[in-house]
């Protein structure tokens, strides 16, 4: 997040890993809000590596 409110850039990409959000949901809705203000300045692109569902080891 700090990263966010620091720096100013005309594209941001973001890489989005589910296994953060895992045990902490409610930060999803300041990663969507710090999103969309940044989006404001600059281009957003959220994208997610191919999911294959849960590994087993």
Do not use: W
Not at 16 to 38: F, G, I, K, P, R
Not at 39 to 55: I, K, M, N, S
């Amino acid at each position: 997040m700090t990263i966010l409110d620091e720096d100013r850039h005309s594209l941001i990409l973001v890489e989005h890993d589910h296994m953060l959000y895992e045990d902490a949901s409610e930060m999803t809705e300041n990663v969507s809000e710090a999103l969309q203000q940044v989006a404001q300045e600059a281009a957003v692109l959220l994208f997610t590596p191919e999911y294959c569902g849960p590994r087993s080891f």
